[in-house]
């Protein structure tokens, strides 16, 4: 009996042994790799690293990512490597296991560029195989930057597996940028490669075929060269693209704030320069809106603006009502009397929401829908843009129509181009002024609630809105809804045309000159009213 | 032609105003320099700089009165004119540091060696000159008035488009002085001064001293727009403000008039915008903003816009009621009263506090004389 248990101890030690020889043998590479971390010279360092990426063991990518973080420590007493976590708390690299009491002489593993370099290589090409695409993608894209030669072998291999098209692409690159700058190269593979990177046609894609060495083959310099200015060509176009993207954004921003301009400044001819205000109010309308959500129906977040739009036409649209009640319809027929006291109304509204929101911007969310962006070939889209030029044409129809079709819109009209035939026909003028001034109003409530999407809420919002608005109202035409329009999407294309050139200020004041300058020409503004309402 | 040009010049309220005007000037600097400290009649030195500015701040006011109470055109722009006229001298005052700057460069002010510059830019020749900079006061708000209202006037830009663009010219101006690269000091302005005509700014001496020169220059300039209007040519201007395509059809030239007043005021802007800076020790940006354009413009509407004693009155008045209420527990409220007070001056007092005084004076004139039936004319609005 003693024998066979004798047996099966022996048999189970065997194997247990069997087992540590295997481990050992299998962690050879990563346990030998690690004494060079261990030696204090950037050169060991180097090669553990290449050592490591080599080995595929599991542990070395925490172990690099520890590396880059200045969290790796090691002591050259007992020869061990360490990694420092989060909470400050060492963890054997081998083992895994918790140390408690380190040596005594533990200290960083010093970094220099070179060999940060070449960790960001190595870790590039490890994360080439991770399981998420997007992982593998960013992984190629820092291979692309990198350039690093030793991650060819790896590229190939991630390209043969590799199945997302996007991920392919971006790897595909990420080799022909090595191939470009490797020197044992064919010059037919660097053609090929330079083809890839042409078609890529993007800001990195130039830097890399201008960074190219001067001392390649004449063909394959002529092929860089080619594709260097097809590059450039795809960029300027994409530039101008965004540029414009760029402009008709800003239109919209400028068509929104002006838009009830136009019809208070323009339709009833009455100054208001307390029209800015109206914007705030909308915006902190928002504001409201949003805190309220917040604290009671967390869940409806995604639709506070769409509370916030009715709120703010409301909000805005009874303070206008107010103003023309009180102030404004004493001042008809005396327009720079209107301005001033409409301004002296601006510097009320403002205090008052100082007064009661504090001096400082507040926080508004953009809902989820809103938030976030997308490519389009070569610009970047944020959806609160493509939203707000969306809301802003929106808003611009439903006024057309409204002036157009409806018996309201008919007697604005009718008030706007003959008063005193209007009353004559029974219009109650008085009344049709009351409403236009709030509708102009309430529109600008609600290009506060899209402003607040984009700019900061705060009581000078309306401030930085009104010359502009202004400018665009005069500069389109007075009294004309088109000219609105086109004036404001002009004057946005236009400023961001040039501010590359001009820079932001300068571009603004330009623009500035530019519309006095265009005043003198037309004074009437570009789509000038004829006939008698010129007069008027 | 009158016969006695004299008396049409200086009629009774502006004898009196021009003597009160000679009474503050005495009175002022001997209540600060001779009176002691400890009496009730001494005037602070921190209230000598106040009512220098005050001063200042009326000539701003009369400018914009003979522009537009007397010819109708309302410029919201009127700020830049007296910042560029600030900034002339503020060149000179910058140079007049030499080396007791932080940098002591005997050549380039602190903010151009921080910046790294190492020339003089060229439109900074020539300040180190009183005289020139005298003349940039000037020359500088002329110039651009002149410009400006040469292509306004001539394309018969009126009415609201006028205010509207030279607002739009005042932001354009202050977003430029704002950025380093155009060689003014940016969002810092020019500050630090030292000497003026090898006067310590500080000095109270000098203090009262600014304080005669501002009302000799507010009676000099009162005195050019009381000739102006009384003039010919101030009855052609009004009859612009009232009727400005009559005139235009009898054969005057609408826009030169206006182009020369316009450009005279501006000057005016410029000067006190000159006297300003030296009392106050700063000059930045934040001068051209359009607010304080309007706000000018509210000091005239206060006083009682083409009446010139008022727009004096008006600046005196607001900027008085600005200084009680900013420095005490009603700090806050400041804004709602002076927005309030464009509200009120606008529907209530169209006329201002001269305006009307005179339309009351006038009524009862009337009443006295209803038995003679010998109406008076009216004066005009």
Redesign the interface.
């Known amino acids: 009996m003693r024998s066979f248990y004798d047996r099966v101890i022996a048999f189970v030690f065997g194997i247990g042994l069997l087992f540590v020889a295997a481990t050992i043998v299998h962690a050879g590479a990563y346990e030998d790799a690690l004494v060079g971390f261990t030696t204090d010279s950037f050169g060991d360092t180097a090669d553990a690293i290449d050592a490591l990426a080599a080995s595929g063991d599991p542990r070395t990518g925490p172990l690099l990512e520890a590396l880059k973080d200045q969290r790796l420590l090691y002591s050259a007493e007992a020869k061990k490597v360490f990694i420092k976590d989060k909470s400050d708390k060492l963890t054997d690299a081998i083992t895994g296991e918790t140390v408690p009491s380190p040596p005594s002489d533990v200290d960083n593993v010093r970094l220099n560029n070179r060999v940060r370099g070449m960790l960001d290589a190595a870790l590039g090409s490890l994360t080439l195989m991770a399981k998420e695409p997007d992982r593998r993608f960013d992984a190629a894209q820092s291979v692309f930057k990198s350039r690093d030669p030793t991650a060819l072998p790896n590229i190939d291999k991630a390209l043969e597996k590799e199945t997302e098209p996007r991920v392919k692409k971006a790897l595909a690159e990420a080799r022909a940028a090595i191939v470009l700058n490797s020197a044992d190269t064919t010059p037919e593979d660097k053609i090929a490669a330079i083809a890839v990177i042409r078609d890529r046609s993007d800001q990195d894609a130039l830097g890399l075929l201008d960074g190219l060495p001067t001392n390649l083959p004449p063909d394959v310099r002529k092929a860089v060269a080619g594709a260097s200015a097809k590059v450039q060509n795809t960029l300027a176009i994409w530039n101008a693209v965004q540029n414009a993207w760029y402009g008709l954004s800003l239109g919209s921003v400028l068509l929104l704030a002006a838009i009830g301009l136009a019809i208070t400044f323009g339709v009833m001819g009455v100054?208001n320069m307390a029209h800015g205000e109206m914007v705030m109010l909308g915006a902190y309308t928002t504001f409201v809106v949003q805190e309220v959500i917040r604290q009671k129906y967390p869940g409806l977040f995604d639709l506070s603006l769409a509370i916030a739009i009715p709120l703010a036409f409301i909000v805005s649209g009874a303070v206008g009502i107010l103003i023309e009640r009180t102030?404004i319809r004493?001042?008809y027929g005396r327009?720079?009397?209107?301005?001033?006291?409409t301004?002296?109304?601006?510097?009320?509204l403002?205090?008052?929401v100082r007064?009661s929101f504090g001096p400082t911007n507040k926080e508004v969310g953009n809902p989820s829908w809103m938030s976030g962006a997308f490519d389009l070939g070569g610009i970047t889209i944020t959806y609160n843009r493509l939203w707000i030029i969306c809301f802003t044409l929106a808003v611009f129809v439903a006024l057309l129509g409204m002036l157009r079709f409806t018996r309201l819109g008919l007697e604005m009209r009718a008030v706007t181009q003959n008063r005193a035939m209007a009353a004559a026909m029974g219009i109650r003028t008085a009344r049709i002024d009351a409403l236009t001034f709030g509708l102009g109003s309430g529109i600008a409530g609600i290009a506060g609630v899209a402003l607040s999407q984009i700019d900061n809420v705060s009581p000078n919002l309306g401030q930085s809105y009104i010359?502009d608005s202004?400018?665009v109202v005069?500069f389109g035409g007075v009294g004309n809804l088109w000219g609105t329009l086109v004036g404001a999407f002009t004057l946005g294309i236009a400023n961001k045309f040039l501010e590359p050139y001009a820079g932001a200020?300068?571009g603004?004041?330009a623009i500035?000159?530019l519309?006095?300058?265009f005043?003198?020409?037309r004074?009437r503004g570009m789509f000038a009213l004829k006939g008698r309402a010129v007069e008027a | 032609m009158s016969a006695f040009p004299l008396t049409r010049l200086i009629d009774r309220s502006a004898t009196l105003f021009l003597v009160l005007l000679g009474a503050f000037a005495i009175a002022i600097p001997v209540l600060n320099l001779l009176v002691p400290a400890g009496s009730a009649l001494h005037v602070s030195t921190y209230l000598v700089a106040l009512l220098g500015k005050y001063i200042c701040y009326a000539i701003l006011a009369l400018s914009i009165d003979l522009i537009w109470g007397y010819a109708g055109i309302l410029s919201l722009g009127h700020g830049a004119f007296f910042a560029l006229g600030g900034y002339a001298m503020g060149m000179y005052l910058m140079r007049q540091i030499g080396t007791r700057g932080v940098y002591a460069n005997p050549i380039l002010p602190d903010f151009m060696v921080f910046l790294n510059w190492h020339e003089l830019p060229f439109y900074w020749y020539g300040f180190n000159w009183f005289a020139y900079a005298a003349l940039m006061v000037v020359l500088a708000p002329g110039l651009l008035a002149f410009v400006f209202g040469w292509f306004a006037f001539r394309s018969r830009v009126t009415g609201v488009y006028l205010s509207i663009i030279t607002q739009a010219m005042t932001f354009a101006l202050m977003l430029g002085f704002f950025r380093n690269n155009f060689g003014f000091g940016g969002n810092n302005g020019l500050t630090d001064f030292k000497d003026i005509l090898g006067f310590n700014v500080q000095a109270e001496t000098t203090r009262n001293a600014l304080l005669v020169i501002s009302c000799l220059a507010l009676a000099i300039c009162f005195l050019i727009c009381r000739a102006i209007v009384t003039s010919k040519y101030g009855k052609v201007l009004v009859a612009i403000r009232d009727a400005e395509s009559r005139t235009r059809f009898l054969g005057y030239r609408v826009e030169s008039y206006k182009l020369f007043v316009f450009t005279l005021s501006a000057c005016m802007a410029g000067v006190a915008g000159a006297l300003y800076v030296p009392q106050v020790g700063i000059i930045n940006p934040s001068e051209f903003a359009p607010g304080n354009s309007i706000e000018a413009v509210i000091w005239v509407a206060v006083g009682g816009r083409g009446t010139l004693i008022g727009a004096v009155l008006g600046a005196f008045v607001v900027n008085y009621a600005k200084t009680y209420f900013t420095s005490g527990i009603l700090a806050p409220y400041w804004l709602f009263m002076l927005g309030g007070l464009f509200v009120a001056v606008t529907l209530l007092l169209p006329r201002g506090i001269i305006g009307t005084y005179e339309q009351w004076r006038e009524r009862r004139f009337e009443k006295k004389h209803a038995a003679v039936s010998a109406a008076a004319p009216h004066a005009a609005e």
Not at chain 1, 335 to 341: F, H, I, N, V
Not at chain 1, 343 to 348: C, D, P, Q, R, V
Request: aromatic share 8%.
């Open positions: 100054i102030v004493f001042l327009p720079l009397e209107t301005l001033l006291a301004w002296g109304l601006s510097l009320i403002q205090q008052a007064a010359i202004f400018m005069v200020v300068l603004k004041i500035l000159v519309i006095i300058l005043i003198q020409k004074p």
